[in-house]
Nanobody, 128 residues
Framework: QLQLVQSGGDSVQPGGSLKLSCAVS????????IGWFRQAPGKEREGVSC????????RYSDLMRGRSGFDRDYAKNTVFLQMRDLKREDTGAYYC?????????????????????WGQGTQVTVSS
């Protein structure tokens, strides 16, 4: 059974950095696409970035393009979202999501309805 466990959310000052974790169990990383989403207070959930692990294909929305990146630990079956130069508007609940894909899938998407399995979420608060 595919499951995701998240960690890493925190309170930081504007300009700070955070590294969010999404530990995957039930499938190896190369068999899933991982998406990151955030939901700000009073707003709908929005796509931040995604990665097709097998081919290292990534996509970023305008929300954090140029201020975020991926890292992976295959030994721990974990994907990380690295965020830098955080702004107050980055405040929100961050969710990772996974979709099992075939070996030749070739892409990833930022639409939440694409994903079947979700992590529990982790809170990021950016304030001075």
């Amino acid at each position: 059974q595919l499951q995701l466990v998240q960690s890493g959310g925190d309170s930081v000052q504007p300009g700070g950095s955070l590294k969010l974790s999404c530990a995957v169990s039930g499938l190896p990383l190369n068999d899933v696409v991982i998406g990151w989403f955030r939901q700000a207070p009073g707003k709908e959930r929005e796509g931040v970035s995604c990665i097709w692990n097998r081919g290292s294909i990534t996509r970023y929305s305008d929300l954090m393009r140029g201020r975020s990146g991926f890292d992976r630990d295959y030994a721990k079956n974990t994907v990380f979202l690295q965020m830098r130069d955080l702004k107050r508007e980055d405040t929100g609940a961050y969710y990772c999501a996974a979709l099992q894909v075939s070996s030749g899938y070739g892409d990833c998407g930022l639409r939440s309805e694409t994903y079947r399995t979700w992590g529990q979420g982790t809170q990021v608060t950016v304030s001075s």
